[in-house]
């Protein structure tokens, strides 16, 4: 939780000569771009320092506005879910929603964490605030029965001076405020109700809710929004969406904290969103995106109406200066301050403030003058599109709300920005073609548009020319072929659409060339390669229907988009998502990943799976892989990739060592895509809901230590195996491979026998159904051509058998990742089966069983399974016991009951020896 990186240009010190702290690992979060929206913006700006900090994701983003910086603040897992800060700048909170939540306080000076407490709530909280003396921090949890917690940070304790569970009739509180001069008392609300607090040190609290309704001041008095203690009087204010303020007075002296309704002053008529106090002012933020200065009377002094943001103002927070009488004199004759709106005209004199909206807009507006510093517009809705420059320091980023941003992630400005105006302006996905001319853009109502890279707007010398509508669902994928001639998408309907500029009338415009659904479920992926030995263009698709098909570009013609083959490359699995394979290998191949956390490497010609290698097992399968450009520093070629929410990088070539990967939390809730700049040296990731995308700094090195940490050779493979190289599982698979290296001899043959190392690959079969994992014909089929093909590119020779070493490594890698799931066996029986009314468990008739094992899958004939049952219930055919006759002769009847459970065919049949984790429940529907 050291300080990040401030200079992105990659040199150890940044521009003030500081040197910054280089963390060892691979991926370093270097700059966010985003905001969350719904977290208030936070001026920490003084008289050191123009910043602002909000909240992206899991991080918080100290913004020094002035110098273009960002100091980033790691260490939630979670989403940050609200954040707070001391009245002089000095000290903030951030805290989560989510497993094991935490609260961490940060000295904003240095930017280091002070102090964490771990497990501040069971779930999270939803809102938190600091007292004026910045002693104690005031939390709410999220969830109801709603728990309001005091804490006192500065003591070791990481247990709350008091607690008060909030009765649920009052409903979930949505904000908290300690009072400015009495930091034992402060008071919550929600859209229906305040609620006032008193506590002590000896951990008493009480409180009182007073009632307000339309009727008692026969007055529409709205949904609360926030409340504040007033300054110079005992009176609290609360503001509502009426555009009225609640003026609440104690009843008693004595009770203090008891309040109750004295009257309901009308301000305006747009929502009081925000209600702040600064100096002598009472300040209200609205719905108009005005803010207003009131006195302690509640009397406009003045109003800011042109700042200029977009949406409803939800923070409103000044700048740090300290008190001083005199202050507001000196500045008033030196700046060039506004008038009040009061008789006197005199200057309007308040510290600068910055404002944030529920549209991602933020400001800092100075009052001296009157002008805006700085302002940034962004994404208020789901970012899922990304895409870097083929040449230069830039990213495109689009989000569901219309807005397309380019940026410069190197300088870390604003290059250009569109807003997209449509019925439908959700933008889904994003590519540049080679050359970095062209930016194609994907909508979630199909329609495609080909933009200029540099002006975004609509290339092409006809009107309209490169805006196309030729799908039905939403675009889920866009790529371009390497000679930019052909663009190509996927969409949600399944079907691929291909678009041309090479046709010889109109060469430089693009023209809809034709469109194909061959698949029959989902497409995950897309891709253009080249074709061996040509320039030739090949345009390959990958489905949830396990099939990986081509198109014809060649032969097709308008409104003709053919099919050239169509190859199934998953008999189980489903996979995910595919890659060009680098040329660190001689063959040609391409990568695919699925969802038994497998990478497999296929002939790109011959569409042959070639290798099979256990993926990064990092939460879950790999959903996104990009191939990192070569790079004239690194003898080695990188993949990254990303999962549900991490995002890791892997050393080439793939061979299942896993520590030549790693990976970390890129987004709380879910990474949706990922980009690579052009110079290899930074990873983008867009999170989606969260509003944001992370800009990551690749440092190979700390990948290559820890593969070299790892060990060599075998080393790291053992590590793979239960026990590791001492465990029983790896002595169990020395002796079954020595075992096989004598059967093949013959293991009653009395002859001298020869030494050898390896066994021929008939042998891989039998041993690895020995050691528990049984693999289809299909599987075996790859695991021998992976072993016999080998060295035939490099020697143009086949391999007959395999050594002790790489069998470890085969094992390893083809096995399944996490071994046998029993649930996965219940929930076959739960889908095929019914539910037995003699004892409650589903189970599956035997007629209908047999049929599903003999048809379903890999083809058994009626002998085979006769024979493969009856073994494996009553063991060999030939035993005494059954009474000379051969599994065909005494057929099924006999052994295998009429009904099957999944308990009986797992412990039973499978002998798994399940039967006290395998708990079958029949349908309750």
């Known amino acids: 939780m050291d300080k990040n990186f401030v200079d992105q240009s990659g040199d150890d010190s940044n521009d003030n000569g500081k040197k910054e702290v280089h963390v060892a690992t691979a991926l370093n979060l270097a700059w966010s771009f985003g905001i969350n929206k719904d977290i208030p913006v936070l001026n920490l700006s003084n008289s050191k320092r123009k910043a602002l900090f909000y909240a992206t994701s899991h991080t918080g983003v100290l913004y020094d506005f002035k110098n273009n910086e960002e100091i980033l603040y790691q260490g939630h897992c979670n989403a940050i879910s609200c954040t707070c800060v001391s009245q002089d700048k000095r000290w903030l909170a951030t805290s989560e929603i989510g497993d094991e939540c935490m609260l961490i306080i940060w000295d904003t000076e240095a930017s280091i964490p002070i102090k964490t407490i771990f497990d501040v709530d069971v779930v999270g909280i939803s809102k938190m605030a600091f007292s004026s003396c910045a002693k104690f921090i005031a939390t709410l949890s999220c969830t109801c029965p709603q728990i309001l917690s005091l804490w006192d940070w500065t003591k070791e304790s990481d247990v709350p001076v008091v607690s008060?569970?909030?009765?649920?009739?009052?409903?979930?509180?949505?904000?908290?405020?300690?009072?400015?001069?009495?930091?034992?008392?402060?008071?919550?609300?929600?859209?229906?109700?305040?609620?006032?607090?008193?506590?002590?040190?000896?951990?008493?609290?009480?409180?009182?809710?007073?009632?307000?309704?339309?009727?008692?001041?026969?007055?529409?008095?709205?949904?609360?929004?926030?409340?504040?203690?007033?300054?110079?009087?005992?009176?609290?204010?609360?503001?509502?969406?009426?555009?009225?303020?609640v003026v609440w007075t104690v009843q008693s002296p004595k009770k203090c904290f008891e309040r109750k309704a004295f009257k309901i002053v009308r301000l305006q008529d747009k929502p009081i969103t925000v209600l702040t106090l600064i100096s002598n002012f009472i300040v209200t933020g609205d719905a108009a995106g005005n803010v207003k200065f009131f006195d302690s009377d509640l009397k406009l002094i003045y109003w800011y109406d042109k700042l200029g943001c977009q949406g409803v103002i939800n923070s409103i927070s000044f700048t740090y200066t300290p008190e001083d009488k005199d202050n507001n004199n000196d500045l008033s004759k030196n700046g060039a301050y506004p008038t009040s709106s009061t008789l006197s005209?005199?200057?309007?004199?308040?510290?600068?403030?910055?404002?944030?909206?529920?549209?991602?807009?933020?400001?800092?507006?100075?009052?001296?003058?009157?002008?805006?510093?700085?302002?940034?517009?962004?994404?208020?809705?789901?970012?899922?599109?990304?895409?870097?420059?083929?040449?230069?320091?830039?990213?495109?980023?689009?989000?569901?709300?219309?807005?397309?941003?380019?940026?410069?992630?190197?300088?870390?400005?604003?290059?250009?920005?569109?807003?997209?105006?449509?019925?439908?302006?959700?933008?889904?996905?994003?590519?540049?073609?080679?050359?970095?001319?062209?930016?194609?853009?994907?909508?979630?109502?199909?329609?495609?548009?080909?933009?200029?890279?540099?002006?975004?707007?609509?290339?092409?010398?006809?009107?309209?020319?490169?805006?196309?509508?030729?799908?039905?669902?939403?675009?889920?994928k866009l790529v371009f072929s390497h000679d930019s001639r052909y663009l190509a998408c996927a969409d949600m309907d399944r079907c691929v659409v291909v678009f041309t500029c090479g046709l010889k009338r109109k060469p430089s415009s693009w023209h809809y060339l034709?469109?194909?659904?061959?698949?029959?479920?989902?497409?995950?992926?897309?891709?253009?390669?080249?074709?061996?030995?040509?320039?030739?263009?090949?345009?390959?698709?990958?489905?949830?229907?396990?099939?990986?098909?081509?198109?014809?570009?060649?032969?097709?013609?308008?409104?003709?988009?053919?099919?050239?083959?169509?190859?199934?490359?998953?008999?189980?699995?489903?996979?995910?998502?595919?890659?060009?394979?680098?040329?660190?290998v001689k063959e040609d191949f391409l990568v695919l990943s699925n969802d038994q956390y497998k990478l497999k490497l296929f002939n790109s010609t011959t569409k042959m799976c070639r290798y099979t290698f256990l993926a990064p097992t990092y939460g879950s399968p790999l959903q996104k892989i990009v191939v990192l450009p070569k790079s004239s520093d690194s003898a080695h070629r990188y993949m990254a990739y990303i999962t549900i929410d991490m995002v890791g990088l892997i050393i080439l070539p793939l061979d299942g060592n896993p520590y030549k990967s790693m990976a970390l939390i890129a987004h709380p809730g879910k990474v949706h895509n990922i980009a690579c700049s052009s110079?290899?040296?930074?990873?983008?990731?867009?999170?989606?809901?969260?509003?944001?995308?992370?800009?990551?700094?690749?440092?190979?090195?700390?990948?290559?230590?820890?593969?070299?940490?790892g060990g060599e050779e075998l080393i790291p493979f053992y590590s793979l195996l239960e026990g590791g190289r001492e465990g029983e599982l790896f002595a169990e698979l020395e002796n079954f491979f020595y075992y096989a290296q004598l059967k093949n001899e013959g293991v009653d043959s009395m002859e001298q026998r020869s030494v050898s190392t390896e066994v021929p690959l008939d042998e891989i079969p039998f041993i690895m159904r020995a050691l528990g994992y049984y693999p289809t014909e299909q599987e075996i089929e790859e695991m021998i051509n992976e072993v016999k093909f080998s060295h035939y590119v490099s020697t143009g020779k086949y391999k007959e058998a395999i050594d002790?070493?790489?069998?470890?490594?085969?094992?390893?890698?083809?096995?399944?990742?996490?071994?046998?799931?029993?649930?996965?066996?219940?929930?076959?029986?739960?889908?095929?089966?019914?539910?037995?009314?003699?004892?409650?468990?589903?189970?599956?008739?035997?007629?209908?069983?047999?049929?599903?094992?003999?048809?379903?899958?890999?083809?058994?004939?009626?002998?085979?399974?006769?024979?493969?049952i009856t073994h494996l219930l009553q063991g060999s055919s030939d035993d005494d016991n059954n009474d000379g006759m051969s599994a065909q002769e005494r057929g099924l009847d006999d052994i295998l009951p009429e009904k099957v459970s999944a308990r009986l065919f797992a412990s039973e049949i499978l002998g798994f020896g399940v039967e006290e984790e395998v708990e079958v429940v029949g349908d309750t529907s």
Not at 388 to 409: E, T
Not at 851 to 856: A, D, H, P, S
Request: glycine share 8%.
């Open 164 to 245: 008060i569970t909030i009765d649920e009739k009052f409903g979930l509180q949505t904000y908290v405020i300690f009072n400015s001069k009495d930091a034992f008392q402060l008071v919550t609300n929600n859209g229906n109700q305040v609620i006032f607090f008193k506590w002590d040190a000896n951990g008493d609290i009480k409180f009182h809710a007073p009632k307000l309704n339309d009727e008692d001041f026969n007055k529409t008095v709205g949904t609360y929004s926030q409340s504040v203690f007033h300054q110079k009087s005992s009176e609290a204010l609360t503001a509502t969406s009426c555009g009225n303020i």
């Open 345 to 476: 005209a005199s200057s309007f004199v308040v510290n600068d403030f910055s404002v944030s909206t529920t549209k991602a807009n933020l400001l800092y507006y100075k009052t001296d003058g009157s002008t805006v510093e700085f302002s940034r517009r962004e994404n208020d809705k789901d970012i899922n599109a990304i895409a870097c420059h083929p040449k230069g320091p830039y990213i495109a980023i689009g989000g569901f709300g219309g807005l397309l941003q380019v940026l410069d992630f190197e300088t870390k400005t604003l290059v250009h920005f569109r807003k997209l105006c449509g019925d439908c302006v959700r933008i889904t996905c994003l590519t540049y073609n080679d050359t970095g001319d062209y930016l194609a853009i994907g909508f979630d109502d199909g329609r495609v548009e080909i933009l200029d890279s540099v002006t975004l707007e609509i290339d092409g010398h006809d009107d309209d020319v490169a805006s196309f509508k030729f799908s039905h669902d939403s675009i889920i």
């Open 514 to 584: 034709g469109k194909h659904r061959a698949h029959y479920k989902q497409i995950k992926d897309v891709m253009f390669t080249k074709a061996l030995d040509e320039d030739n263009v090949r345009l390959l698709s990958l489905g949830e229907d396990r099939m990986l098909v081509e198109y014809d570009l060649r032969n097709s013609c308008i409104d003709d988009l053919k099919v050239l083959s169509s190859d199934r490359v998953e008999q189980n699995a489903v996979p995910i998502c595919f890659a060009a394979y680098p040329s660190v």
């Open 679 to 709: 110079d290899g040296k930074y990873l983008f990731t867009a999170g989606g809901a969260d509003t944001s995308v992370l800009m990551w700094r690749i440092d190979v090195n700390a990948l290559e230590a820890t593969a070299v940490l």
């Open 804 to 868: 002790l070493g790489d069998f470890i490594k085969l094992y390893v890698n083809h096995r399944p990742a996490f071994g046998f799931n029993p649930y996965e066996l219940i929930q076959a029986f739960q889908t095929l089966g019914d539910v037995d009314e003699e004892d409650g468990e589903v189970k599956i008739d035997r007629g209908l069983l047999l049929y599903l094992l003999q048809e379903r899958g890999e083809h058994l004939t009626e002998t085979e399974l006769a024979e493969h």
